[in-house]
DNA sequence: AGCGTCACCCGGACGC
DNA sequence: TGCGTCCGGGTGACGC
């Protein structure tokens, strides 16, 4: 559920040292640390293997904390400890989290990564169900080179989405979520965009006019910059952070009238995710 | 290429 | 209260 919003928020306040839940003491940022030593318990979330991030992670310094799609990047440089320069991902599939809390304090349980600073913290990867992955690269494009590109960089701009839209033929909904597509788009903000654009999830890409490319287009940067506005949504305990979960047009709101036409909000399946749409303003049809 | 299906997980919701 | 069952989320693998 950490869609590009969510992950966008954790990455400012990860470097920010701010806390991802309200209650948790701020922190000094990571950037600029050492890394001292590493720990997990959960080996097949490790790539390469556990073996390999426990023994190179230590030593590199903190260089930067990025984002490319739904994955936080860590830029290490050499130090003293170290000499080869590489990348750290994480990516919280659906219930993964990052705290920094003091290195001494008992982990959680659901902590199955964690890093230890120079700085008396320690960097932990709380993910209760464990879908959750750890990538130790010399490139980041050794993981990040399939993603399609960043929907809010300046260089997406309507003629791009055009070009990329142009060969596709399947439905709308799940090229959405085809982080090859474009990347950092999850069920929620899919289905808010296409509300958006007034284009129904079933809709075939290939059928758009022109007009039609273009609303998509601008519900896609619209719902997501609106995400990130409202600092992602909370949609259940495991990311209590933002608020957007409050202006959801479609998603979750089943049965509940459409903030444009009032017809009731309705609920299918397609490719097995719940997507919401309005049945009258988002026509299957094209014009 | 695109689509369907399953697997990976487990906390929480729900029904009894 | 306790127990059983189902759901859902992102993604990769696999088969058609």
């Not at 090859?180 to 059928?207: K, M």
């Amino acid at each position: 559920m950490p869609e590009l919003p969510e992950v966008e928020t954790i990455v400012r306040k990860l470097r920010d040292g701010q806390p991802v839940e309200r209650g948790l003491p701020p922190y000094p940022t990571p950037v600029g640390h050492v890394i001292m030593s590493a720990w997990t318990n959960w080996p097949r979330a490790a790539y390469p293997s556990a073996a390999a991030i426990t023994r190179d992670l230590p030593g590199h310094r903190i260089e930067s904390i990025g984002r490319r799609g739904k994955y936080i990047v860590f830029t290490l440089s050499t130090s003293s400890l170290s000499t080869l320069a590489c990348c750290l991902l994480i990516h919280l599939k659906m219930s993964g989290r990052l705290d920094v809390l003091n290195a001494e304090s008992s982990r959680d349980k659901h902590v199955h990564f964690a890093f230890a600073l120079d700085n008396g913290y320690e960097i932990r990867f709380n993910d209760a169900r464990k879908f959750g992955r750890e990538y130790l690269v010399s490139d980041s494009s050794e993981i990040t080179g399939p993603l399609g590109p960043e929907p809010l960089d300046p260089a997406f701009t309507l003629k791009a989405f055009r070009q990329l839209i142009a060969g596709k033929s399947g439905a709308l909904k799940p090229l959405l979520l085809d982080q090859t597509f474009v990347a950092g788009i999850g069920n929620i903000y899919a289905d808010e965009a296409l509300w958006r654009a007034r284009l129904h999830p079933l809709r075939r890409a290939g059928t758009l006019d022109a007009g039609e490319v273009a609303a998509l287009y601008r519900g896609i940067r619209a719902a997501l910059n609106d995400g990130v506005k409202h600092e992602g949504s909370a949609i259940d305990w495991v990311y209590p952070e933002g608020n957007y979960q409050d202006h959801f047009r479609v998603y979750g709101r089943t049965d509940q009238p459409c903030r444009r036409c009032h017809t009731a909000i309705r609920r299918i399946v397609v490719g097995q995710r719940g997507t919401h749409f309005c049945p009258k303003c988002q026509r299957q049809e094209a014009r």
